[in-house]
């Protein structure tokens, strides 16, 4: 038997201390000298008489380890190809319960037809005028050049070269493009975006084929690889956008925000402080959240809020053992709404007008949490979008910076008036600058506006808590507000772009039927 020493402290209850040489194996025992018949004992010098372990015991504890590990090792099983997960076996167990399951799954019945891919090459046109780039500031193909104007230069040349409507998909991510018909590869000029000086800047968009088209059907047995399911994602996704975008939706990551009035909701119930609706106002303490004072967020009194919680629907493309799946479930996010900018940070501040901002520094901290990291359009500049960096108390006034010619100071103010005189002004004396750069460049606050309502992924802790209340749904409200989504918003995916593509989905829920092992409790009781 082990000796074990006890070592005794002032807590009620005792350590138990087990040194590592009592845990070796016994040496190897000597033969016996010969006529010395009796018991021969060998201890190693760690060791005293009366702490070692039988033979017998250790070998039964190497053998019980030995089957342990037979039973857990890892076994050599299929992976997803995309997210590297293991997939259940082919042949499941047959032990245990089976049980029916209703899962946020519909099944795809038919693929779409197997399309052209192409490669696309988008590179500025260089001027007459203007010197050839050198080699080491010039960028790769498509690179610096945003997502809007991309989209802009695809549809001008599929406009001159009359490419089919709908029969085409241009995916960002990879920067290829799918076909249904064979399109000529070249170079073409195209014209999109607007220069500094209003006018529009010439592109060069080149194309080159990569595969053809096979003719048929993309088949169940092709499910795993990954140009098809990029291609099933991205006619997935175009065509929610082209359903639901126009209907005044919201789009992030993965999931469409639903504006008030949209039959998906289920209509969540509202916490407490927020106003009745499917767009209820967030509630917030001031601040940028975490404190407990009402100035900092956390646990005062309302005092504002400008945030609108609007619900929806998350959505992704997966591959299963036989077949491809659609994932859907609903969601809620926080939706900055559309509207002159001093409007939205005078209700997120809580106060009587814009020129409260640069009186009082928590005010102005508590409208800049809200709009921070918004794109907000300038009325001075068409078509200009800017990012919101942050406010400043100062007013234009009282804003002042160098000119980039020849290094004369001036203020926002008199550089708004001089540069465009026939904009008229109001609030130059007395509302706050917005700040759209690094860098320090500001402009009035009665020349911002927000165009289109935008997601909100920055929120404080009370808006956090907000969302998981109303996110947070039982089963059964969770299931009917998904079959609600998919029979009126999504028309039972009778949308016009997936039926171009040949794509069906079907309207009802899949079942599964998987089996429940039976456990046995430390009371051998089955649980």
């Known amino acids: 038997m082990l000796s074990v020493p006890v070592r005794r402290s002032c807590r009620p209850t005792a350590g138990l201390a087990v040194s590592a040489s009592q845990l070796r194996p016994p040496p190897i025992r000597s033969p016996a000298p010969s006529g010395d018949q009796g018991p021969r004992r060998n201890f190693s010098p760690q060791q005293r008489p009366g702490s070692q372990a039988p033979a017998k015991t250790l070998r039964e504890a190497a053998d ?82 945003p997502l809007e104007v991309r989209q802009q230069l695809l549809a001008a040349v599929a406009q001159q070269q009359a490419w089919v409507s709908d029969s085409w998909q241009y ?28 006018g529009a800047s010439t ?22 690889d990954p140009d098809t399911l990029q291609q099933l994602s991205m006619v997935f996704k175009a065509s929610l956008q082209a359903e639901l975008l126009l209907k005044g939706a919201v789009e992030t990551a993965r999931a469409m925000l639903l504006p008030a009035g949209s039959t998906s909701s289920a209509g969540t119930p509202r916490p407490a402080g927020s106003s009745a609706g499917r767009m209820g106002s967030s509630s917030r303490e001031g601040g940028r959240g975490g404190g407990r004072s009402p100035g900092r967020g956390g646990g005062g009194p309302s005092q504002g809020g400008v945030l609108q919680w609007w ?64 794109k907000v359009s300038l009325s001075h500049r068409r078509d200009a979008r800017a990012k919101v960096w942050g406010l400043d108390a100062r007013t234009p006034q009282q804003f002042k910076f160098k000119l980039q010619d020849g290094g004369k100071e001036t203020t926002v103010a008199d550089y708004f008036k001089a540069t465009y005189p026939t904009m008229r002004f109001s609030h130059l004396h007395d509302w706050p600058c917005v700040m759209v750069s690094q860098t320090g460049a500001a402009v009035p606050l009665e020349v911002c506006s927000i165009a289109q309502p935008q997601p909100r992924r920055t929120l404080t802790d009370r808006q956090t808590a907000d969302l998981i209340k109303l996110a947070a749904l039982p089963p059964d409200r969770r299931r009917s507000a998904l079959m609600q989504l998919v029979k009126q918003t999504l028309s039972n995916w009778r949308l016009p772009l997936l039926q171009a593509w040949g794509v069906a989905i079907s309207p009802d829920l899949l079942r599964v039927r998987p089996i429940v092992v039976c456990i046995v409790d430390r009371r051998s009781q089955p649980v």
């Open 171 to 198: 995916d960002p991510a990879s920067n290829r493009l799918f076909s249904l018909q064979e399109l000529a590869v070249g170079s073409v000029e195209a014209e999109a975006g607007q220069g500094r000086k209003g």
């Open 64 to 145: 019980q380890l030995r089957g342990l590990w037979q039973r857990i090792k890892p076994q050599q099983v299929k992976k997803d190809p995309v997210t590297g997960i293991c997939l259940a076996p082919n042949t499941p167990g047959q032990l245990g319960k089976p049980v029916q399951l209703l899962t946020n799954h519909l099944s795809i019945s038919q693929y779409p037809a197997a399309a052209h891919r192409y490669r696309i090459n988008i590179t500025l046109k260089p001027s007459a005028t203007s010197a050839p780039p050198s080699a080491s500031k010039s960028k790769p193909s498509a690179a610096g050049i």
């Open 203 to 224: 592109y060069l968009v080149g194309m080159t084929q990569e595969a053809k088209a096979a003719g048929q059907p993309t088949m169940l047995g092709s499910t795993s």
């Open 311 to 374: 619900q929806g629907f998350r959505f992704g493309i997966k591959h299963g053992q036989q077949a491809c799946l659609v994932q859907l479930d609903v969601t809620t996010g926080a939706v900055l709404p559309a509207g002159p900018l001093a409007d939205l940070v005078t209700a997120a501040a809580g106060a009587p007008s814009p020129a409260a901002l640069c009186k009082e520094k928590r005010l102005l901290a508590a409208a800049e949490a809200d709009v921070k990291g918004a």
